[in-house]
Every structure is written in C-alpha cells, then in structure tokens.
C-alpha cells in the first residue's frame, strides 16, 4: 500500500555529514508520522527520530544535537540530516511510515508500520 525507498547511505569518515532522503509513493495521502531507525550487525532495531504530521520531532539521546528529521509532505519525503557522524552512527538506516486509516464510522483507525528496505550508513575513517 506505501512503498518507502531510502537513498543517501554511503561511507562518510568521522565528523562527516551525510543526508539520507525517505520516498514514499503508493497511499501517500494516509501517512501519519514519519520516522528513522537504525539497526547495527547483531544489534535491535532503534528508534533515531520521528517527526509527526504536524511537524513535531523526536530524537534519541544519541543523536541529539547531531541529527535533523524533516518532511516535505508536497515531495512525500522524510529526509534525516547527520551531521558530526560518530564510528557508533554506522548502521542500517530505516525509514517508516505509520500508516492511520479510519475503518468505520465511530472513528476507529487501522494502525500499519511501513518500511523501506534500508541504506548503509558507515562512518570510518
């Protein structure tokens, strides 16, 4: 129902910046909050940052002060700015989208989790 292509990935050496982009196309008109995960070899999957509808952010403890989410709903894209990268930023990049669709006429929503299929982020000299 969305498709999510992350594209921006790439080896950067420590202190770099890197700006990975997230487009979404199929039911993009159903897309709530956006976000950014990464996952490491051997390592969970975490939350880096999200931003809402309304253009609300949130970030890990990590990357604060480090990292910018942002959207461009006209574009259908979630993008994230890394700047100051760290060897510990070096992981898969996931974009997902929460998909919210009202089902019936009390307002109950359906809630899907969409994601891309990565880009590689490594951060070494």
């Known amino acids: 129902q969305v498709q999510l292509v992350e594209s921006g990935g790439g080896l950067v050496q420590p202190g770099g910046s890197l700006t990975l982009s997230c487009v979404a196309s199929?039911?993009?008109?159903?897309?709530?909050?956006m976000f950014w995960y990464r996952q490491a070899p051997g390592k969970e999957r975490d939350l880096v940052a999200d931003?809402?509808?309304?253009?609300?952010?949130n970030y890990a403890d990590s990357v604060k002060g480090r990292f910018a989410i942002s959207r461009d709903n006209a574009m259908n894209t979630v993008y994230l700015r890394m700047n100051s990268l760290k060897p510990e930023d070096t992981a898969v990049y996931y974009c997902?989208?929460?998909?919210?669709?009202?089902?019936?006429?009390?307002?109950?929503?359906?809630?899907?989790?969409?994601w891309g299929e990565g880009t590689l982020v490594t951060v070494s000299e």
């Open positions: 997902k989208v929460e998909v919210r669709r009202v089902v019936n006429v009390e307002g109950a929503t359906a809630i899907r989790n969409y």
């Open positions: 199929g039911s993009v008109s159903s897309i709530r909050d």
């Open positions: 931003i809402t509808t309304g253009g609300a952010t």
